[in-house]
């Protein structure tokens, strides 16, 4: 191919590119994958193509094929931070939280003090019953962060799962005074002193979730009460 007909074909799959991101910003996701699939047809290797049609087919909830493209825009470029994010979100709702893992793991190589990935991460590592690898993750993000509520709540969930209920009573216990409307903890906590025979401190806490608008806590109190 001779070097004018390099320059009409690159102008070509620009266009295309650039018709596909308005397509995508108006919210027409089927015309702005034709738009990329173009791009892609004169250009097998842009990563721009692949990772915005990946993000395309993820708006319709087609999952499959978008972690498809996702995975070929990393193969291009292994390094971009928001694809990896993107194939770790992907890897989660098909329920292949191994892939997650080893996103979010090349995700921390590269960030690594973002105490929301060590969350994600550890959430899926307790989906694998990883217990203990999980609560590493939360630890980790409560290191970086002291006053993450969310973390200590996923701790005391695995902590709980290996018979550390003391651990996870007192995880619980500074989620709650971190955030006192957290209904997640809360119930939880409830759900913990149910199961160590502290009956009145159960029902409070899951009165106290329930008036906060948590309908698993008003079941509990309706089914034990």
């Known amino acids: 191919m001779c070097l004018m007909s390099k320059f009409i074909h690159a102008d070509r799959a620009i266009q295309h590119l650039h018709k596909g991101n308005a397509r995508f910003i108006a919210k027409d996701f089927i015309g702005a994958i034709n738009e990329y699939s173009n791009v892609i047809a004169i250009i097998p290797f842009s990563f721009l193509a692949f990772y915005n049609r ?12 978008g972690i498809l493209d996702i995975r070929k825009a990393i193969a291009i470029n292994p390094n971009h931070i928001k694809a990896y994010n993107q194939l770790a979100m992907l890897s989660v709702k098909l329920n292949n939280y191994q892939e997650a893992i080893h996103a979010f793991s090349k995700i921390l190589t590269l960030r690594p003090m973002d105490a929301n990935i060590y969350n994600m991460r550890g959430q ?23 006053s993450d509520a969310l973390a200590y709540n996923k701790r005391a969930e695995c902590k709980r799962e290996i ?21 997640e903890a809360l119930r939880n906590r409830g759900s913990l002193k149910f199961y160590l025979f502290r009956f009145n401190h159960g029902f409070n806490d899951w009165d106290k979730a329930s008036k906060l608008g948590d309908g698993a806590a008003k079941i509990l109190l309706q089914k034990y009460q």
Not at 124 to 142: G, S, W
Request: proline share 4%; with cysteine; aromatic share 8%.
């Open 163 to 183: 018979n550390d209920c003391q651990g996870a009573l007192e995880d619980l216990t500074k989620a709650i005074s971190i955030n006192p409307e957290y209904k």
């Open 54 to 65: 990946g993000l395309a087919r993820t708006n319709l909830h087609n999952y499959e094929d």
């Open 124 to 146: 899926c590592k307790t989906k694998l019953n990883n217990f203990e690898k999980a609560i590493k993750d939360f630890t980790k993000a409560i290191e970086i962060n002291p």
